[in-house]
């Protein structure tokens, strides 16, 4: 089944602890991307990655980072997590420049 | 700033009655506009994109550079139609960054 796979789906961590939020797809899309949803906001990209080892910033980048080795993985990092940074976050990708497969979401706590 | 408005966080209409989200944005350039949605506990999915033209369950919704709108419309609403719509765009001129509107919750009423 053609699937974007985000792990954990729920994470409550510690400020300063550093974590990863695990993003696979098995559609072998090129491109991929995050975006964290937040009440009265909607959905905000983070970053985007065309393609291996080709990473951009999106709308709010700050206290993120990515990697992209493989064209399936798209994990989204947060080095010393702080509570600003709690929300729910989704991983998609697609054959074009544009988000189509979406993930279920992560629900990310930061105390 | 601002790229994309949808003015009404809720919207409630009677099965049968036309419906019609609203969505405006702000860039210069040529942008590419698209709708998504996201019913109850089901992830979020492309439902339109202006370039297609199409017609997706029903919905249309036409790119208008004057008024700088791209409002989604359904002359028949139905129950299954009540879910969470999503404007969004994306433009070459910022690199493929990508940009969603707040959305709007749209109830249809038996």
């Known amino acids: 089944e053609a699937q974007v796979t985000q792990n954990p789906r729920y994470l409550i961590t510690v400020t300063g602890k550093k974590l990863t939020v695990t993003c696979s797809q098995n559609?072998?899309?090129?491109?991929m991307s995050w975006y964290r949803q937040d009440p009265g906001l909607g959905l905000r990209q983070i970053y985007y990655?065309?393609?291996?080892?080709?990473?951009d910033k999106g709308d709010v980048p700050e206290g993120y980072k990515v990697s992209r080795k493989e064209k399936r993985n798209f994990p989204l990092i947060l080095e010393s997590p702080s509570p600003n940074q709690t929300s729910l976050y989704f991983c998609?990708?697609?054959?074009?420049?544009?988000?189509?497969?979406f993930g279920d979401g992560t629900r990310l706590s930061i105390l | 700033a601002q790229r994309v408005t949808q003015p009404e966080k809720l919207l409630s209409v009677f099965k049968g009655a036309p419906v019609e989200l609203k969505c405006n944005y702000s860039?210069?350039?040529?942008?590419?506009l698209f709708w998504y949605v996201q019913y109850s506990r089901q992830r979020l999915q492309l439902l339109l994109r202006?370039?297609s033209r199409e017609s997706i369950k029903g919905f249309t919704a036409d790119l208008n550079k004057g008024e700088t709108s791209f409002h989604l419309k359904k002359p028949f609403a139905q129950e299954e139609d009540s879910a969470m719509y999503y404007c969004a765009l994306s433009s070459a001129n910022t690199g493929n960054q990508f940009y969603f509107g707040t959305g709007t919750s749209l109830t249809v009423i038996p």
């Open positions: 559609m072998n899309h090129e491109y």
């Open positions: 860039y210069s350039g040529s942008p590419e």
């Open positions: 998609a990708s697609s054959q074009t420049g544009q988000p189509q497969h």
């Open positions: 990655s065309m393609n291996v080892e080709v990473t």
């Open positions: 202006h370039i």
